[in-house]
């Protein structure tokens, strides 16, 4: 089953034939930016199996972390549609709101808890990170 979706006006658009990696709700502050508010719902895709079409600006800042991220959003409409880490280029993060069935992602976790405002709901459902987690354990060479 592929992911698709796109930017607002459509000058963007991206096929996924993988399934997430991870899918995250992040309420950093920079995400609350970009959100609007809110938090931000990232499924996150091994770069390689990610096909865009069509143009994306690049804003790059330091995130919480420490990592210098890259936010790049359709220049027509400024739909954010993908986010990507230095620390981690084989990642590729695409922004659930913008996929044609945002029920084809389900999150996994909640991070940056510490900086979400008072007011945020957190689905009981899922772990809750108050930064962000540590990457996973590498499997033991045998």
């Known amino acids: 089953m ?3 979706g796109g930017c607002l ?6 096929r996924i034939e993988a399934e997430p990696v991870v899918t995250r709700i992040c309420w950093c502050r ?3 930016f970009t959100g609007g508010g809110s938090a931000t719902v990232n499924a996150i895709f091994k770069t390689e199996d990610v096909r865009i079409e069509g143009a994306l600006a690049d ?3 330091q995130a919480d972390s420490g990592n210098t991220m890259h936010r790049r959003f359709c220049p027509s409409c400024g739909t954010p549609v993908t986010i990507q880490s230095d620390a981690r280029p084989q990642y590729l993060g695409v922004r659930a709101g913008t996929m044609d069935d945002p029920d084809s992602v389900w999150p996994n976790m909640t991070i940056w808890t510490s900086a979400a405002p008072r007011w ?3 689905d009981a459902r899922n772990p809750r990170y108050e930064c962000q987690p540590p990457p996973p354990a590498a499997a033991p060479k045998s």
């Open 30 to 32: 920079a995400c609350q």
């Open 9 to 14: 006006c459509g000058a963007v658009r991206y």
């Open 2 to 4: 592929a992911i698709t």
């Open 59 to 61: 804003f790059a800042s």
């Open 120 to 122: 945020a709901s957190f």
